[in-house]
């Protein structure tokens, strides 16, 4: 099973303010990588497919980058609808596995 | 619109089954896999399955002999059922359309449904 690590934990940072999620896996996944956000209370939503495809809405300050076993989600300049949990996950093999995921909080 | 509309929340006992609904609207049923996820209280997500367009399934090994995924197209619903239930099998289920390719490759989870809280518990 490709275990998937995602850091930081939680990062804290003030709308108008650039993030940078890691997302780093036990295995390469080649570009087989995908990018979730999930809000309280909600199913999560898909961002970023493939590494660096934006899946049908989502805005173009949402960027995706890497491959193998590195890779980076970027939101280029946080909205307040931006704070929420992010969630990596592969599909290069069974099992599908997620990230422990990244909450990106109000500073 | 592409939607899923999953069956209500669920308590049930230590030992029992439960059966998850998922009903698809929206896109050709025949043509998407289905996936399944669930989330601990406070946890990261976890794939649990998959049934593809042709019924072919794979499960989560820790979960293999427990879960089983079916689905029937004339009502374009898909199920998931778990038996011999535990407390750790306390979560939020969702069903989620798969695309991408066959077999693992469909791990796109682009719609989901609004997940079912199933909480097991004597």
């Known amino acids: 099973e490709i275990v998937l690590t995602q850091s930081p934990a939680t990062l804290s940072l003030s709308p108008g303010e650039r993030a940078t999620l890691s997302c780093r896996a036990s295995q390469s996944v080649g570009t087989y990588l995908a990018w979730y956000q999930q809000k309280p209370g909600q199913a999560p939503r898909l961002l970023i497919y493939?590494?660096?495809n934006r899946a049908t809405g989502i805005p173009a300050r949402f960027s995706g980058s890497g491959s193998g076993t590195d890779f980076t989600l970027t939101i280029s300049s946080l909205e307040p609808e931006d704070f929420a949990v992010y969630y990596c996950q592969h599909r290069s093999n069974w099992p599908l596995t997620f990230g422990g995921g990244t909450k990106v909080e109000i500073k | 619109q592409v939607q899923f509309l999953q069956s209500g929340a669920e308590v049930k006992k230590p030992g029992a089954s439960v059966k998850v609904s998922c009903k698809a609207s929206g896109y050709t049923f025949s043509s998407y896999a289905i996936q399944w996820v669930r989330q601990a209280p406070g946890q990261s997500l976890e794939w649990m399955g998959w049934?593809?367009?042709?019924?072919?399934?794979k499960y989560l090994q820790k979960l293999q002999g427990r879960v089983t995924i079916t689905r029937d197209p004339s009502a374009t619903t898909v199920y998931m059922e778990l038996s011999s239930l535990r407390s750790e099998d306390t979560a939020v289920y969702y069903c989620a359309r798969g695309w991408g390719g066959s077999d693992y490759f469909s791990g796109v989870l682009d719609y989901w449904g609004q997940g079912t809280l199933v909480t097991v518990s004597s």
């Open positions: 049934i593809s367009n042709n019924d072919n399934t």
């Open positions: 493939d590494v660096s």
